[in-house]
């Protein structure tokens, strides 16, 4: 069984920062890409980032790159979305989730590609 737990979601101005957290109950966490996905109301869940096993490789989409940086502590079973210079259009519940390959592909975008997902946290940027 897999459980994860995000937090650390809220409301922030436009310009701000925020740091999500992914809390993973699982046997072997170091054995699992994550991901971090986001989803607006009528619309499918977006990519945002993923992080290799051992932290060392991530990915981000393109409309993250620069602001966003996920990360990883194997010790904590805990995964990371620090989010700076947040814009409106960040606005969204942002979801954790493993991946269904052990090894971090930057085709690995699509919520398909993920198995386990958490119950999502509410991120609202306001202008």
């Known amino acids: 069984q897999v459980t994860l737990v995000e937090s650390g979601g809220g409301l922030v101005q436009a310009g701000g920062s925020l740091m999500l957290s992914c809390a993973v109950s699982?046997?072997?966490?170091?054995?699992?890409?994550m991901g971090w996905f986001r989803q607006t109301p009528g619309k499918e869940r977006e990519f945002v980032a993923s992080?290799?096993?051992?932290?060392?490789?991530?990915y981000y989409a393109d409309s993250v790159k620069g602001r966003f940086t996920v990360s990883r502590d194997n010790a904590e079973n805990t995964v990371y979305l620090q989010m700076n210079s947040l814009i409106p259009e960040d606005t969204a519940v942002y979801y954790c989730?493993?991946?269904?390959?052990?090894?971090?592909?930057?085709?690995?975008?699509?919520?398909?590609?993920?198995?386990?997902w958490g119950q999502g946290t509410q991120v609202t940027v306001s202008s």
């Open positions: 989730a493993t991946s269904k390959s052990s090894y971090l592909r930057a085709t690995y975008i699509t919520e398909t590609q993920y198995w386990y």
């Open positions: 699982v046997r072997s966490f170091r054995d699992y890409t």
């Open positions: 992080v290799s096993r051992s932290g060392d490789n991530t």
